[in-house]
Every structure is written in structure tokens, then in C-alpha cells.
């Protein structure tokens, strides 16, 4: 195999080529940290009067995009809110919507056995299911007379453990 090009360097055909490898994507260092800058901006403009003012940008920790089961996961980023609790983070991608905002509040389970994950759309919807947890402490409250409400969140993949 020959380790000359077959074509000028200032060819156009070299322009293109140095253009598709500079458009790979972004490496994992900037996916983490877009994916906090995502989730700040978008708590600092959709919870303005609550998460807004206790989540600083500093508190997001992002994580790089996965491949888990054949299933790419877009970068994400954490919050931790204390007391078992925090919140995730991530940008939903459809071809039909385009990028959407995805913020979970995941709390434990007043069983001790799991978690629950909460999607969050508006600030009202948070102060109403934060009403709904103040009694038990931020915990989840489970029926121990219904079928189990609460799952384990389950261990992220490695690459998604790997922290900056």
C-alpha cells in the first residue's frame, strides 16, 4: 500500500476530504460539554423561579453519546440534588421533531428498593409533584397494595460512567 496521495494537496478533491474529517462530530470532551450547557440553558429558561435558582451551571456533569443494545443515546447530562434525588437531562432527536428538550427528575422510591423517573414539561408540573413528595421527603410514595411503581434504574454503560 503506497503512503502517497494520489491527487494534489490543494485539489479539490482534498478540500472535500479535509472537510468530511473535520466534521466527524464533536469529540467526548465537547459532547459533555454541551450536553451541561444544554441542560443549564434549558433549566435556566424553562424553571426559572425554582431549579434555576438552585442548579448552577457548575452542578451539571455531562456525559458522551452511547451505544447501548444497538441503540445510540444521545450526551446527557446529571444534576445532583441530594437526599437520592437528581435530575437528567438530554436532547430527544426525532426526524419528524428535531431536537426537543428531555428533563427527568428521578427520585427514590419510599420502598428503598428503586427509583422513579418523573418527566418534567413545565414549572407548574414540578411544584405540583413537588408538592406530592414534600411529605415523605422527596421520596416517591409506593403502594405496597398495588403492583410495584418503582423500577432500579440500572447502571449506566462504562463509557457513560467516565466522568471529565
Given amino acids: 500500500m503506497t503512503s502517497t ?19 466527524v462530530g464533536p469529540d467526548e470532551t465537547e459532547q459533555r460539554e ?8 434549558h433549566v435556566y429558561n424553562a424553571y426559572a423561579h425554582t431549579l434555576a435558582s438552585v442548579v448552577d ?13 444497538g441503540r ?33 427528575l428521578v427520585v427514590p422510591c419510599t420502598c428503598r428498593r428503586g427509583y422513579v423517573d418523573i418527566l418534567l414539561d413545565t414549572e407548574d408540573a414540578l411544584i405540583e409533584i413537588l408538592t406530592e ?7 416517591s410514595p409506593h403502594i405496597t397494595d398495588a403492583a410495584v411503581d418503582c423500577h432500579s434504574i440500572r447502571t ?8 471529565s
Avoid: F, K
Fill in 5 to 23: 496521495r494520489p491527487y494534489a494537496p490543494d485539489s479539490p478533491l482534498a478540500v472535500l476530504l479535509a472537510l468530511a474529517t473535520d466534521t
Fill in 34 to 41: 454541551d450536553a451541561a450547557t444544554a441542560a443549564a440553558h
Fill in 57 to 69: 451551571a457548575c452542578d451539571w456533569q455531562g456525559y458522551p453519546s452511547v451505544t447501548v443494545d
Fill in 72 to 104: 445510540r443515546l444521545e450526551p446527557a447530562a446529571v444534576a445532583w440534588l441530594d437526599g437520592g434525588a437528581w435530575l437528567h437531562h438530554t436532547l430527544r432527536i426525532t426526524v419528524d421533531d428535531g431536537a426537543m428538550d428531555a428533563l427527568t
Fill in 133 to 139: 413528595l414534600a411529605p415523605t421527603h422527596g421520596r
Fill in 156 to 163: 449506566a454503560p462504562a463509557l457513560y460512567r467516565l466522568t
